[in-house]
C-alpha cells in the first residue's frame, strides 16, 4: 500500500495524521493490509481497524461472555465486553502519556478477547481437551482466526483485513512467540498464527509494538482491581482479606486513615480508582525511563528491543504478582467458583461431542461441507461455533440438547 506522508492532506484537518514520536506507529507508514483497499478519506488506517472491530459480530457477543463471574449472575458483574471498554480506556491513556498512537492501542485493546469462549477460561480450558488431537485450542490464536477468517461482513474478504499493526500487536502484545530459529517459546506455535504469518510476516520472534504493550498491560491494571470489585460484590472476597496485601493493603489503609466514617461500598470504589491510577502512574514512570535508556528511534527498535518498555517497576511487579496468586487462591479458586467450572466444563464438552457426532446440528453456514470432512476440519469447525457461543446461547443449546443442564450461578 502507498505510503501517506505524515502531516499532508487530512493532517491539517484533524483525522489522526498527526506527528508523533519517532517509535511510535504512524499510520501514514501503515505496513497495510493482506488485501490491499483504498484508504479512508476521513480516517487513519489504525481508526478504521477500531471501527471495524467494535461493528464486528464478535465484539458485540463479548457482551454476554464470562469475565470471572456467569453473565447472568447480577448486571453489575463484568462481562467480557465491559472488561474490554475498561482495558481500551487504560491502553489509550498509557500510549497517550508515551505518545504513542492511541487509535491503534485502542485497537488492540478492544480485540484482543475476541476468541475467548463462553463461560471464561473454564469452557477454554475444556476446548482445549477436546481439540486436543487437532492442536488443542489457543484463545489468542482464535481471535487471529476470528478477525482473519470468521467474521463475514464484506464483499471482497473473510475477516476484517485489519492493518499488519493490529494483528500483530493482537498476536504478541504479550511478548514473542518464536525464537529466532522459529521455535515456539510457550510450547507449538499454533497453526493458526503460523499459517496467517507466512502470509504477512507478523515477525513472531520480536515484540509487539509500543502500542500493543501498552494494551497488554492495561488488561493486566484492568482485571487486577476490576476482578476484586466483582469478588467483593460476590462476597467471596472482603475488604479486610486484603489488608495484609501490599498493593491494596497500603491503599486501603490510607483510604480508612483519611475517610474513616466512609462506608464499606464507597470504600471498596475509592480502593478500586487509587489503585488504577497507582498501576498507570507507575507503568508510564517505568515505561519512561525505559525509553530514555534505550533510546529507540523508529518502531522497529521497539520491536527489536529485546524486551519489553511497557512494564511495572520491580517493585510494583511484585505487588501485582502477589495480588494475582491472592486472586487465584481466594477467587478463581474458590469452591463456589469451582463447582460452577465443573458444571461449565460439561456443558462445552458434552456440545462438542453432540456437533461433532452430527455437524447437521449446527446452524446453516456451519455445517456445510462437513459431511465430507475429515476429522481435523470437522473438529476445527465445531471448535470455531462453540468458541463463538455466548454464554447464554451455550446453555440454550445444552437445555435444547439434554435431559439436565447444569445449574451455573
Not at 19 to 38: H, K, T
Not at 123 to 132: H, Q, S, T, V
Not at 204 to 214: G, H, K, V
Amino acid at each position: 500500500m502507498e505510503e501517506r506522508q505524515a502531516g499532508q492532506g487530512l493532517g491539517d484537518i484533524g483525522f489522526g495524521y498527526r506527528p508523533r514520536v519517532p517509535y511510535a506507529c504512524d499510520p501514514a507508514r501503515s505496513r497495510g493490509r493482506l488485501v490491499d483497499e483504498a484508504e479512508s478519506p476521513t480516517r487513519t488506517p489504525f481508526q478504521r481497524d477500531r471501527d471495524r472491530i467494535v461493528h464486528s459480530t464478535a465484539f458485540r457477543r463479548l457482551k454476554h461472555k464470562t469475565q470471572v463471574f456467569v453473565a447472568h449472575e447480577g448486571d453489575h458483574y463484568r462481562t467480557r465486553l465491559t472488561h474490554t471498554i475498561e482495558v481500551a480506556q487504560i491502553a489509550r491513556a498509557l500510549a497517550r502519556a508515551l505518545r504513542g498512537d492511541e487509535d491503534l492501542a485502542e485497537a488492540v485493546a478492544l480485540v484482543h478477547d475476541f476468541g475467548h469462549t463462553p463461560f471464561g477460561h473454564t469452557g477454554e480450558d475444556a476446548l482445549n481437551e477436546k481439540m486436543a488431537p487437532w492442536g488443542g485450542f489457543d484463545h489468542n490464536a482464535q481471535s487471529l482466526r476470528v478477525v482473519t477468517r470468521l467474521e463475514r461482513r464484506y464483499a471482497e474478504f473473510d475477516g476484517l483485513n485489519l492493518t499488519w499493526e493490529t494483528l500483530e500487536g493482537l498476536v504478541k502484545h504479550n511478548g514473542p512467540l518464536v525464537d529466532h530459529q522459529g521455535n515456539g517459546l510457550h510450547g507449538p506455535l499454533p497453526r493458526t498464527i503460523r499459517d496467517y504469518s507466512a502470509l504477512h510476516d507478523l515477525e513472531l520472534d520480536r515484540f509487539a509494538s509500543l502500542e500493543a504493550q501498552c494494551a497488554a498491560i492495561a488488561d493486566d491494571i484492568a482485571y487486577d482491581t476490576h476482578d476484586i470489585d466483582d469478588g467483593i460484590r460476590s462476597g467471596l472476597l472482603s475488604l479486610d482479606m486484603l489488608e495484609g496485601l501490599a498493593l491494596p493493603g497500603s491503599i486501603l489503609k490510607a483510604v480508612r486513615q483519611r475517610y474513616p466514617a466512609l462506608d464499606l461500598v464507597r470504600t471498596g470504589h475509592e480502593l478500586m480508582r487509587r489503585q488504577i491510577t497507582a498501576m498507570v502512574e507507575d507503568v508510564i514512570a517505568t515505561a519512561s525511563a525505559n525509553l530514555a535508556r534505550l533510546k529507540p528511534q523508529s518502531p522497529d527498535d521497539v520491536h527489536m528491543a529485546g524486551e519489553a518498555i511497557v512494564t511495572f517497576s520491580p517493585r510494583m511487579a511484585e505487588e501485582e504478582k502477589e495480588l494475582k496468586a491472592f486472586l487465584y487462591t481466594h477467587l478463581y479458586r474458590h469452591p463456589d467458583v469451582m463447582r460452577e467450572r465443573v458444571g461449565a466444563e460439561r456443558i462445552v464438552k458434552d456440545l462438542f461431542d453432540a456437533y461433532f457426532a452430527d455437524p447437521r446440528a449446527m446452524p446453516e453456514g456451519w455445517r456445510e461441507g462437513l459431511d465430507r470432512a475429515d476429522d481435523r476440519v470437522k473438529a476445527r469447525s465445531v471448535a470455531d461455533f462453540l468458541a463463538g457461543m455466548t454464554d447464554t446461547y451455550a446453555l440454550k443449546e445444552h437445555r435444547g440438547r439434554f435431559d439436565r443442564t447444569p445449574e451455573l450461578g
